[in-house]
């Protein structure tokens, strides 16, 4: 089974641009998360998406924002760009079976900078 | 709300010794535990993983952890290093239910292992 992919790997933008991070989850995984991971802060929690719904939110301002779509693909937009944004961004997706908890499986990550 | 604390930002052992990661948790109800490891410039692979089930668990690659609630501890262990482990180790705490998809991580442990 393939794994959890990202795209773009590496990514540079400029302050005040936007930018869009896709994610395509391990097949038959219906939760996809969202990680920011900064040397500073490590690994912070952005929001969770199941069954094209979002179910839960990490402390981020209103610029971040995601979706999922039917195929449980999912995408991260980041608009109005921060220094502070310069980060590694992280997706996983689980199983989510109602009941039980099932692990994370994370993708790659794709490598943000911002100038 | 949960928090989780790994002591030690970085360990150094030898090839051949005893490996011990720390985890402390905290949680207000009882907790679904992790242990991740990254390699640079990739994602998390998940090593083990505590559902309250066996208190203790054994994971991938001769790593195992034991779940004490009394000590609100997770600790990881592997009783032989070797130069393959070094890499950055990462507790995290899930409270499962309706805190969907979000884990919450310690602040890292990077492994070294010297010949």
């Known amino acids: 089974k393939a794994g959890v992919t990202q795209t773009p790997r590496y990514l540079i933008k400029t302050r005040g641009q936007q930018v869009t991070l896709s994610c395509s989850p391990i097949s038959g995984h219906r939760s996809v998360s969202w990680y920011q991971q900064t040397p500073g802060q490590g690994l912070q929690f952005l929001f969770e998406y199941f069954s094209e719904t979002q179910r839960n939110k990490g402390n981020f301002p209103g610029r971040f924002s995601g979706r999922q779509f039917s195929n449980s693909r999912s995408e991260m937009n980041v608009s109005t760009l921060e220094l502070g944004d310069s980060a590694l961004y992280l997706c996983?997706?689980?199983?989510?079976?109602?009941?039980?908890?099932?692990?994370?499986?994370f993708g790659p990550g794709t490598r943000l900078t911002v100038l | 709300a949960q928090s989780v604390t790994q002591l030690g930002s970085h360990v150094s052992v030898s090839e051949g010794a005893l490996v011990l990661l720390r985890c402390n948790y905290s949680?207000?109800?009882?907790?679904?535990l992790f242990w991740y490891v990254q390699y640079p410039n990739q994602g998390l692979q998940l090593l083990l993983k505590y559902t309250s089930a066996a208190t203790l668990v054994k994971g991938i690659n001769g790593f195992e952890a034991e779940f004490k609630k009394s000590e609100t501890s997770f600790h990881l262990t592997k009783p032989s290093a070797h130069m393959s482990d070094a890499a950055e180790y990462f507790c995290a705490v899930s409270l499962g239910g309706t805190s969907y998809g979000k884990l919450t991580f310690g602040q890292g442990t990077i492994l070294t292992v010297h010949p």
């Open positions: 949680s207000s109800v009882p907790p679904y």
């Open positions: 996983a997706s689980s199983l989510a079976e109602g009941g039980v908890h099932n692990e994370q499986f």
